[in-house]
Each structure stands twice: as structure tokens, then as C-alpha cells.
């Protein structure tokens, strides 16, 4: 498995789980500004005592899409949007100075796809290291919209010319011409992504993958234990308590 190379991968779970504690992992172990802490932080675990050549090789671009604050329009919903994934972009230039200093700052008010392309066409013209992209939650917004029975606003954020899913061409774009080096997003559900799939069809869904079920610690073992524990306390039998959680 240590040689495995996973393309795109998308990892989803349920909230509380770890995936964003997993996105943390990531970050330190890809980010070029955290190659001096490397045996620090891994030195005594497996993946620090058989790096790969990958590891802190990169610029690391980190989104979270759970501060995206979902309002009233899907034009709110993108404000926000707006706000939280430009801000990060042009935070690279004071994060990786001696590559990207020179680059000229980015519009607040741009549209979120035309920065990142102005970063990637940048990051490539200049053939300086590729960008490691991590997306946390990249359905936290858009799950608010389907489970607040907000059909129509979930509906026009997932549109073909929306402002999402031109963000998600800019990733695959990035991603065939090696200015982006790999992506790795979670989430909780894959209805969003499957909506998107005209605009990212490049992703590798680890969650049904029999050697990732234990990848964020959560065995068979326990979620038997968490049954017994839940059906010692209710009249459910165990094998309806496993379906329920299942």
C-alpha cells in the first residue's frame, strides 16, 4: 500500500470521524514549509520510517468548505464562498515567499475560479513545485441547502454555469496539465460530487474500498461494541441496531 499512487482521491465518512483531523496529517506531511518539523512529527510512526519521495514536496493549498456560511441566496452563499477560497489563495504569496512573492496579489472580488486559474497558470509558467489541493467538507454548504428542503437553491448551486462547479473545471484543468500534483477531498456525502461529475469526472472514491474501511480507525470491532453498547440500553436487537447504523 505505501506504493500505492491514488489519484484524486475523495474520502467519505460521517461527521465526527476524524477526516479533518486526517486533513491535518496531509497538510504537515505534504507541505514543503514543514519539511524541517518532519521527524518530529513522524519520525516514530511507520509513514516517518518509510517516507515517500512526495512527502513535504509541495505547495499546500488547504480549503475548508465548512466556514462557507450558507444564507439566504445561493448569491450569499457565494459571497462567502468568495471570501473564505480567495483569501487562501492570495495567503500563499506570504506563505511561500521565495516562489510566490513576485506574483501579483488577487482580486477579493474576483471570481474564485479566475484567481485559481491566475495562481495555477503562475505556479506552471514559472515550472515551480505543483500544488497539493485538500478540500474539507466539500459538501458542508450544499448538504445544509438538501437536508433545509431548499431544493431550488441546491438546484441553481449545482448548475452547469454555477460558480461551483467551474470552481471543480479549474481543479481537473489544473490537475491534467501537472500545475496541481494530487487532490484529496472529504466529505460526508456523494450526492453533491455526483452533481458536479460533468465538471470533476477525474475522482477516486475511497469509501466503499475494502483496504480503506479502517483508514481513520473505525473497525468492524468497534462499531460492533458501539452496538452493543446502544442495544443494551433500548429494546432494538443488535442486528437492527447494525443495520440502523449502517
Known amino acids: 500500500m505505501p506504493n500505492w ?9 460521517p461527521r465526527r470521524i476524524g477526516k479533518s483531523l486526517f486533513c491535518s496529517l496531509l497538510r504537515y506531511y505534504y507541505d514543503r514549509n514543514e519539511a524541517a518539523h518532519f521527524d518530529e512529527l513522524f519520525g516514530q510512526t511507520w509513514i516517518g520510517q518509510h517516507p515517500t519521495p512526495s512527502h513535504n ?9 465548512s466556514v462557507v456560511h450558507v444564507g439566504r441566496t445561493v448569491g450569499e452563499i457565494e459571497h462567502s464562498f468568495k471570501n473564505h477560497c480567495n483569501t487562501t489563495l492570495d495567503a500563499l504569496r506570504t506563505l ?3 516562489l510566490l512573492g513576485e506574483m501579483p496579489a488577487l482580486g477579493m472580488a474576483d471570481a474564485v475560479s479566475d484567481n485559481l486559474e491566475k495562481l495555477l497558470t503562475y505556479i506552471h509558467s514559472n515550472r515551480l513545485p505543483p500544488v497539493y489541493v485538500i478540500i474539507d467538507e466539500y459538501d458542508n454548504f450544499a448538504n445544509q441547502l438538501i437536508t433545509g428542503n431548499r431544493d431550488l437553491h441546491y438546484q441553481e448551486l449545482t448548475a452547469a454555469d454555477g ?8 481543479l481537473k484543468a489544473g490537475r491534467e496539465r501537472g500545475a496541481i500534483a494530487n487532490l484529496f477531498i472529504t466529505g460526508v456525502l456523494p450526492i453533491t460530487i455526483d452533481e458536479l461529475a460533468s465538471a470533476f469526472n477525474i475522482a477516486t472514491f475511497l469509501t466503499l474500498e475494502p483496504a480503506f474501511e479502517c483508514m481513520l480507525g473505525f473497525t468492524q470491532a468497534k462499531s460492533t461494541s458501539y452496538s452493543m453498547r446502544f442495544t443494551g440500553n433500548t429494546n432494538w436487537t443488535r442486528p437492527r441496531a447494525r443495520k440502523w447504523m449502517r
Not at 5 to 13: G, K
Not at 57 to 65: A, G, R, S, T, V
Not at 163 to 169: D, I, P
Request: hydrophobic fraction near 50%.
Open 5 to 13: 499512487r491514488i489519484e484524486n482521491p475523495v474520502f467519505l465518512r
Open 57 to 65: 514536496q509541495y505547495i499546500l493549498l488547504f480549503f475548508n468548505f
Open 96 to 98: 511561500y515567499p521565495s
Open 163 to 170: 460558480f461551483l462547479k467551474t470552481f471543480f473545471k479549474t
